[in-house]
């Protein structure tokens, strides 16, 4: 599976961007997808999954906040991030697991979110 992430940059503190993750090389349908990202000198975290069902979660500091969406038909994912903050502030990377055998796990290569105070 080959992910493409794209939409980052920098914003100032309570604007809006949207994050795209095109998946290619898979049936998209099998895949659970999500966004994870990474701060300067931090781990590595989940932020928001959404399940090839179409069910969502998210990490407790970005909900309703965020959005996590997906298109089958295009395979494509999105994040929504309204109201950023400076904390947001990370590398995001778009991730897919697939839910059949052997599921087989990807990462696009990040996109680069700064969010100015």
């Known amino acids: 599976v080959q992910l493409q992430a794209s939409g980052g940059g920098l914003v100032q503190g309570g604007g809006s961007l949207r994050l795209s993750c095109a998946a290619s090389?898979?049936?998209?349908?099998?895949?659970?997808m999500a966004w994870y990202r990474q701060a300067p000198g931090k781990q590595r975290e989940l932020v928001a999954i959404?399940?090839?069902?179409?069910?969502?979660n998210y990490v407790d500091s970005v909900k309703g906040r965020f959005t996590i969406s997906r298109d089958t038909a295009k395979k494509m994912v999105y994040l929504q991030m309204n109201s950023l903050k400076p904390e947001d502030t990370a590398v995001y990377y778009c991730?897919?697991?697939?839910?059949?055998?052997?599921?087989?796990?990807?990462w696009g290569q990040g996109t680069l979110v700064t969010v100015s105070s």
């Open positions: 991730n897919s697991e697939q839910i059949i055998p052997p599921y087989a796990k990807s």
């Open positions: 959404i399940t090839s069902g179409g069910a969502t």
């Open positions: 090389g898979t049936i998209f349908s099998i895949n659970h």
